[in-house]
């Protein structure tokens, strides 16, 4: 005898629209209680959906995606009489059901089968934990590919690490040389040193640690250093501060740059650009990103089409986005699209640092602080303020002698500023 039932979102707690992002099951499986049916993750936990009673999966009611909710129909399911001798998954899932107990039906150990017809095809779910899911797939690891060898072939952590080490291995013996085989992140109790408080990372760092991370590891990344008499610059940055006090408009040193890197990217195209496996994309437009320092961490917003734009335009939209990045109000639009970054430091302090390239763009300019300095002019040394500059760049797309050209250009437009009109 079998019915057919509805399977629904058990009780989740106060979890309600959590998206479902691996479904374990097909049609045509056949489940035993408690095997998982679909895994969904909420801002908090990831929690499996177990068969609440052993069964043919007949028809699955949602797709990955999906938002669900207690009492969320998720599949119907050919309900197997306890009586009938079930072809059951292999692996089977040894922990008590994440979701409320009060879900899953118990159901009696199967009869033996005495000669077992030709098993139907059916689906091996990975015996693992809902957090080594989650470890796996933040790897990139697809877990049913994992040998587990705890109990029950259950899959552990160190089983995933050695998939991805042996992966790596044979990416490099292969002549891939992909793989970084890195020694595990050291694993210290703290606490026995001293007093400890743990802080989460902000969603900001979340996001920015991975991508500055793979930009640093993907990159080869070179720095070269310079510096820039801005005396006259900075004479000139004054005036139009004062000329435009009433207005209230504020122009920045950072505004000046802006305009100073469009005008070298257009001297040298490829700092304007991104690699693409074996082509460089050579971009004719110029949207600069700058970096700019929030409560939750960096955020680069971008100034479109700044070769269009006067300084003044550029410092006021500069100044807007820095307000917007701060508040937390920026929208993506308003950070993507960049071709080259600023990071200036120059308004807090030091005398210089290698900012990580912005993938996909291909060069940055880091900016310390502005400071006075004995320059030598051929027959005296005379006071000047001194800009020091250091350009990080991807050594796949440009090389020294192009880089130190780059900086040196950047250089005399911020030495001479009349020059940008040349
Ligand atoms: N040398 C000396 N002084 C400088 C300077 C420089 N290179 N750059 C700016 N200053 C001065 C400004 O003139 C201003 O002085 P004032 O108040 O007397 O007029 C002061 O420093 C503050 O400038 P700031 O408000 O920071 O303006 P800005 O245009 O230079 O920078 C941001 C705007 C948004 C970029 C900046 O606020 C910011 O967030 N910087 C940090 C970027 C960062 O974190 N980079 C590192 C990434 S790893």
């Known amino acids: 005898m079998s019915t057919t039932r509805e399977v629904t979102v058990p009780d989740v707690g106060d979890f309600k629209n959590i998206p479902v992002i691996e479904i ?9 209680v408690d095997d998982p049916l679909m895994t969904l993750e909420s801002d908090k936990a990831t929690m499996e959906v177990p068969a609440p009673f052993a069964g043919t999966v007949k028809e699955l009611m949602v797709a990955i995606g999906a938002k669900v909710s207690e009492g969320t129909l998720i599949a119907i399911v050919e309900e197997i009489d306890e009586a009938t001798p079930v072809v059951t998954v292999e692996k089977v899932i040894a922990e008590p059901p994440l979701l409320s107990p009060a879900t899953s ?10 000669t077992p017809a030709p098993p139907p095809e059916i689906h091996l779910p990975a015996h693992a934990s809902p957090s080594l899911r ?6 990139g690891v697809d877990i049913d590919r994992v040998i587990g060898t705890g109990p029950k072939g259950r899959i552990q952590r160190e089983d995933v690490l050695v998939h991805v080490k042996q992966h790596m291995r044979h990416d490099t013996e292969a002549g891939g040389g992909t793989g970084l085989d890195l020694l595990p992140w050291p694993q210290i109790d703290f606490a026995k040193f001293g007093d400890v408080e743990r802080m989460p990372l ?27 008499d801005v005396t006259d610059l900075e004479t000139f940055r004054l005036t139009v501060n004062k000329e435009n006090a009433d207005a209230g408009i504020k122009v920045t040193m950072l505004a000046f740059l802006i305009k100073a890197a469009v ?11 991104s690699l693409e496996g074996e082509e460089l994309v050579l971009k004719r437009y110029y949207h600069m990103g700058f970096a700019a320092d929030t409560p939750n961490g960096l955020v680069v917003p971008v100034i479109r089409d700044a070769d269009k734009k006067g300084v003044l335009e550029i410092a006021s939209e500069m100044a807007a986005l820095a307000r917007g990045a701060r508040d937390g109000k920026l929208k993506a639009t308003d950070m993507q699209g960049g071709c080259f970054s600023i990071s200036s430091l120059g308004g807090i302090g030091g005398t210089g640092f290698t900012p990580i ?27 000047r303020l001194v800009l020091p500059l250091s350009l990080s760049w991807d050594h796949r797309v440009v090389d020294g ?13 911020l030495g001479d500023f009349r020059r940008i009109l040349l």
């Open 401 to 413: 002698a192009a880089a130190g050209r780059f900086l040196h250009h950047l250089v005399g437009l």
């Open 357 to 383: 390239v912005n993938a996909p763009e291909v060069a940055i300019l880091g900016v310390a602080k502005a400071e006075m300095k004995p320059l030598w002019n051929g027959t005296e040394f005379h006071p």
């Open 202 to 228: 902000s969603r900001l760092r979340k996001i920015s640690g991975p991508n500055l991370a793979r930009n640093w590891v993907m990159i080869p990344h070179v720095t070269n250093f310079d510096e820039a």
């Open 134 to 139: 989650r470890f796996a797939r933040e790897l």
């Open 105 to 114: 039906q118990v159901l009696s150990a199967p009869a033996p089968v005495p």
């Open 263 to 273: 005008s070298t990217l257009n001297a040298f195209p490829e700092f304007n650009s």
């Open 24 to 32: 374990l099951v097909k049609p045509g499986d056949v489940v035993k």
